[in-house]
């Protein structure tokens, strides 16, 4: 009863392998670049503006990130990034105005003050303006045809999440990349300037000098985004990367909206950075 088989005493004396557990890779990182903003606005809006040659223009302008991965495994990290974006774009219509002689203030630069709603890609907007006089006219009253011209400065802060994706993993000289991410927005402020406005009159001209004021338009301060991205790290150091990034930004939901008008914003976006890699 105290034999023990052979097969019995190496069951006893020999214990399987222990692996040790491996351990997450964890990257930080700063990107600055470029971002096009590219307005997504309503057929109804356009349309309905279109008898004012309702126009705007998209822009370029800079954008600022910093990130953070963490590692899966060889192919996959998960990542969150906070964005910076600053753009100036413009806007412009025309619109008929009555310049009437009997309501210009008696100063030494006579001035006549008007409160009008421009239209934007944001929304019609309260702006208040004022033209001055070079001379004498003939008529108490003057009917004008007035291209008006806007500008409008945007900062937006962003929080996106997802995965990166690396087709042929991460232990390379070279890696290339693929991203899937969604974002959380906050449109900080977009304000609004009257960059010039054409009378097509010698007599009456914009005072530019004057006080105009352009009152910003009521927004969706929160939307949100689906991103799909490319990249591609080239290893300086051991865990030190320099990054090109490109992203595409879909708008999932209006900036503005106002009945059938909205408009939302999808972005291109080009970047550089530096990540770095440790294992805690």
């Known amino acids: 009863m105290f034999l023990s088989t052979e097969k019995e005493i190496h069951s006893i004396h020999v214990s399987p392998e222990i692996k040790p557990t491996q351990k997450r890779e964890y990257t930080f990182g700063v990107r600055t670049g470029a971002t096009f903003w590219q307005h997504r606005i309503s057929n109804d809006y356009t349309s309905d503006l279109s008898p004012f040659d309702f126009n705007y223009q998209d822009t370029w302008g800079w954008q600022t990130s910093l990130l953070f991965n963490i590692e899966l495994n060889n192919y996959f990290d998960v990542f969150a990034k906070v964005q ?3 753009v100036k774009t413009t806007s412009g219509h025309n619109s008929t ?10 100063s030494a630069n006579p001035l006549n003050g008007y409160a009008l709603n421009l239209a934007t890609p944001y929304g019609l907007s309260g702006a208040t303006f ?5 001379q004498t006219l003939a008529t108490d009253e003057v009917n004008l045809l007035v291209d008006f011209d ?14 990166v994706i690396y087709p042929i993993g991460k ?5 290339p990349s693929a991203s899937l991410g969604f974002g959380i927005n906050y449109l900080a402020k977009i304000s609004n300037e009257i960059q010039s406005i054409e009378t097509h009159h010698d007599a009456i001209q914009y005072d530019d000098s004057g006080s105009s004021t352009f009152v910003s338009p009521d927004l969706e301060k929160w939307h949100f985004d689906y991103r799909l991205g490319l990249g591609l790290k080239y290893e300086l150091q051991r865990d030190l990367h320099l990054q090109i990034n490109y992203d595409w930004t879909r708008g999932l939901n209006p900036i503005y909206k106002y009945e059938n008008y909205e ?4 972005r291109h ?11 805690p």
């Open 97 to 106: 105005l009555i310049y009437d002689v009997l309501e210009e203030d008696n």
């Open 171 to 175: 232990k390379r000289k070279f890696i």
């Open 84 to 86: 910076f974006e600053q």
């Open 150 to 163: 806007s500008e409008h400065s945007i900062r937006n802060f962003s929080l996106p999440i997802g995965t």
């Open 269 to 279: 976006q080009i970047s550089l950075g530096l990540t770095k890699s440790f294992i």
């Open 263 to 266: 408009t939302r914003i999808d």
């Open 130 to 134: 004022n033209f001055n006089r070079g």
